[in-house]
């Protein structure tokens, strides 16, 4: 196997320690809640201490990418986050979790931006959807491996264990990582000049992308942070249940991120032009959104799951291609810092949405949550189409 797929490989693994380690939490959070006897709200607090870190993170570890160069900048993110996941296991209040929350945050979302960078650096157009589907679909399988893996853990051990045993898993892949990966050469005399980040705010393809990202990233954020806790709470789930069952809709995320980056590499080779077969990978999942309005009323767990699989699967393939269209448009020497900005929207969104959950829940209910989100992705998929047209030629 050539070199670069070993790479997207460690790209896939990477990912799936990322969530591994921020899903810790919310499987864990039943058990949580009730020892340190926290609210919804204060729950949606701790979370919100992630998210804000990570939204504000995503440019600066942009920034860091194109400075230090993939390799490294990787190495660090993924040593910072593994740390700042073991610490979780010291946390005896709401303020000292929220800190060690921060924390992760912190570190976590350069993985992405990282992961990007080394995207536009190996991989040609027509394999770069795919390779995207499958650092997307590593989110999924970290999402479907956490709640047995984390169950188990509770079960044996403590929930401070499974903090502890899921933040070590970092340092095996660090030594993989630093091993395999080394940055393509590139000839000084030809090396790009160093642009500005925010001069790339000048382009309607950014705000298009950031937009984008803003209204549709939220939803997955929600079954990232609060399924665990809406199955039991409001599903009647027990524990053992949620470890057995909650993977699922996870798993279908999985298959959809790499479906939805086959499909628009399908197109590519076909000889569609790269943003068509990008648009036409993305609305047909787009559309598929608005069957969140099922399952607030649904008659049975089944249906539930059944519904929440489908969203999750349409979720991640349309991700596999916004995400790609970063690559697509954009010279590589600015993937980085790019990609931090375009992901602002999506910490950003998801910060905003988890503050709104959090009220919501505690005051009305879960409906009205999915009402909301049946009808973010076709509002991104409209905002991108208006602002997001041909490749950007940077001003000089």
């Given at each position: ?6 790479i ?29 006897g ?36 990787l ?42 960078r ?6 040609e157009?027509?394999?770069?959807a ?72 000048r ?31 409001r599903?009647?789930?027990t ?8 993977w ?17 590499g ?42 929440i ?41 998801g ?6 959950t ?36 940077l001003?000089?």
């Open positions: 196997m050539h070199l670069r797929w070993w997207a490989i460690l790209l896939f693994l990477s990912t799936v320690i990322n969530y591994l380690d921020r899903q810790t939490l919310s499987i864990a959070a039943p058990v949580i809640t009730k020892e340190l926290l609210s919804a709200v204060e729950y949606s607090y701790i979370l919100n201490a992630f998210l804000v870190a990570y939204t504000l993170m995503y440019i600066g570890s942009g920034i860091l990418v194109d400075r230090w160069g993939t390799r490294m900048a190495a660090a993110f993924v040593a910072w986050w593994s740390v700042s996941n073991m610490l979780h296991a010291f946390a005896q209040s709401a303020m000292q979790l929220g800190f060690f929350r921060m924390l992760l945050g912190i570190g976590e979302p350069g993985n992405f931006m990282a992961a990007s080394a995207i536009s650096e190996l991989y157009p027509k394999e770069r795919f390779v995207h589907g499958l650092v997307q679909a590593g989110a999924s399988v970290g999402a479907v491996i956490a709640p047995p893996v984390i169950y188990f853990l509770l079960q044996a051990y403590n929930w401070q264990t499974a903090f502890v045993v899921t933040g070590a898993t970092g340092f095996l892949w660090l030594a993989a990582w630093l091993w395999l990966y080394r940055t393509p050469p590139v000839d000084p005399a030809t090396a790009p000049a160093r642009v500005p980040w925010l001069s790339l705010l382009y309607r393809q950014t705000w298009g992308l950031m937009l984008g990202r803003f209204f549709s990233d939220p939803v997955w954020w929600f079954y990232l942070f609060w399924l665990p806790k809406f199955l039991t709470e599903r009647g789930f524990m053992k249940e949620v470890g057995m069952l909650a699922l809709p996870y798993l279908t995320g999985d298959i959809g991120a790499i479906v939805g980056g086959v499909l628009s399908y197109l590519v080779k076909r000889g569609y032009e790269v943003s068509r077969a990008r648009s036409l990978g993305m609305w047909p999942f787009a559309l598929m959104m608005p069957l969140s309005l099922l399952i607030a009323n649904a008659p049975s767990n089944t249906v539930v799951l059944g519904v699989c489908v969203v999750t699967f349409a979720h991640m393939a349309w991700k596999s291609n916004i995400m790609a269209i970063t690559n697509d448009i954009y010279p590589g020497h600015v993937v980085g810092s790019l990609s931090g900005i375009v992901a602002f929207g999506n910490g950003l969104g910060t905003l949405f988890t503050w709104m959090g009220h919501i829940v505690q005051h009305y209910s879960y409906d009205v949550i999915f009402v909301i989100m049946a009808f973010m992705h076709p509002v991104a998929y409209l905002i991108i189409r208006w602002l997001v047209r041909g490749p950007v030629k001003a000089p």
